[in-house]
């Protein structure tokens, strides 16, 4: 069931001085339950696609569907309220809300949703015990390590049981044992939960662990590999 | 951190404001009570034409029957007759031009408290009984004339001594054993030169009611015209002085027995020049005013903001200086705001991108940079106005003494001992302009706050 499709995006920016063709005709479809990875070196319009999936920002030409809704069709509030019952996000540097716990964190966007108490504090333990971290509940950021605040992330990014999960280079600020603990559950909740997670990375661990390789360079797609389940190329 | 400063300003802030106002209003209610209390009470009646010269001919005609039914009527408390008459009070050394008032000290003491400020020692003017005629004057008047002076002697001396008056300070005054000086002014250039300035702020104010001197025997000569156009006078002892720091009042005023007045002046004992008027409560003041203006049309009746313009204009004056005064308090209190909110957006421009990135509408948004705000202004503002409440309650016990000022302030006629006072009126008219200066300062940073946009917002290091 395809969940976002890409159809001949472009985004240019204007400057004064020059004109950037940051994606540069793009097609793509992700299909649900994918744990797909979008590489690329730096400027190769990763992080400015994965912003368009996600509606936060919009293409200067073409158009990004997200489960049958054309993102560019909505209007602001719409498009803020569709990303909060569809889209989750994972960023590189947390995002955490500091003065909040870590289980605040994670109601935060059910209260936005006026979730009832019970299901609320329900899916929230269920969220932090999927992480591991349902005995650091009420811990701040603050209190947290890296990998651990990335984890509550992850937990908050599939609070409101999002379609899919845009990951910002979701390892780039933690050492190698907590990005591999932070994909362990990742993959985890991707193989039993059918949850999909699109990544925009530098890193060889998620390209390792993604089934479908997505490449771009100058903005454009140069391949799309979806792996077999030895993880070698199909 | 940053909050917190900005708590802490907005509490400064708001109690200066509160408790600035507090103290000019209770500077100016002082002079209001004082003005009604001891000068001119609520209304008087005089002849027409009287206030201009203060003709002594111009008598209010129908006493009896006037002052019955002034007595008849609603809220009227008391009512004193007085003759007046401009003359000169005469000592050995000294002279001035007074208003010399012929009271009856019942009907006196009913309409105003001036029997209650006099200088304790000085004599009991309203209670004596006499053969000789007395006069009541102000403490200003009697060190112009100098029948207070200033003395150094030993009396003086073993009573500061057991004041616990430094031994250093006792042997420098004692160099002036038995000096009786010319004037205060004298003895205060005398004390300055002497004293170290530590000395004077420590012990000036016992050192000067230690070297205050009457004496019971004093006298003076009250001299005028009679209704004849005749000059008479007569001597008087001096029977009581009051204070009540108002040095113009002090210098112009003199009582006596009206009918001793009248006997000099010869006038009938049912001829006086001004009745005088105390009510219940002075909001009635307006109201009797005009009532007894139609029942003595043949007589002016004034109501205390016509006798004294100046006061009911200070009054209202003041009220509007709050207004603008508080003004300025809160618009410092906004940029306060506008500026720490603006901070804020700033700094917290990657949180705000990832909350609208999640989900936070900018309804949300903009309500979160509000309430930020409006907490800010209301706990600022709730601490300032609780600290302010605290001490003026304080204050308004013990009063401000500001003793630097004594003499300036008494030459307006305002004490120099103020009892900071605020009602609660004030408090809640500022408790609400404090919660909509800090919503009205959001306006702009939650504006800001919308514009971000998240992608570039989520950028931001």
Redesign the interface.
Known sequence: MKIVEIKDVHKIYNSSEVQVHAVNGVNLEFEKGEFAAIVGPSGSGKTTLLNMIGGLDMPTGGEIVVDHTNLAGLKSSRLIDFRMRNIGFVFQSYNLIPVLTARENVEFIMNLQKWPRRERDSRTFELLEAVGLKDRANSRPSKLSGGQQQRVAVARALASKPKFVLADEPTANLDSKSSENLLDIMEQLNREEGITFIFSTHDQRVVKKARRVITLEDGKVISDVWKKKNGSPA | MRSLVVIISVTIGIFGGVFAVAVINGAIEQRLDDALGNEISHIHLNAPGFRDNFDIQLTIPDLEKVMGKIGETEHVKAVAPRIIITGMANTATKSAGVQILGIDPASEEEVFNLHAHTIPGTGDFFETESRHNLAYIGEDLAKELNIIRFVIDDGMLAGLAEKQIPPETLEKLSGYAGHRFRSEDDFEKKIKEILTRKELDEYGRMIREAAWSFSERSRMTLTFLDRNQVQTGAVFRIAGIYDIKNSAFEMSRVLVRKEVLANLADLTENEVHRLIVRLDDADFSGEVTSLLSENFSDLEVLEWKEIQPDLAYTTSLVTQFYAVFMAIILAALAFGIVNTMLMVVLERT??LG?????????K?VFSMIMLESVFLSLVGGAVGMAVSRVVILLTSARGIRFSSFEEGFEAMGYASHIYPSINAGFFITVTILIIVTGILSSIYPALKALKLD??EA?RTE
């Open positions: 990657k949180e990832m909350l609208t990135a999640i989900g936070m509408n900018k949300r998240p992608a989520l």
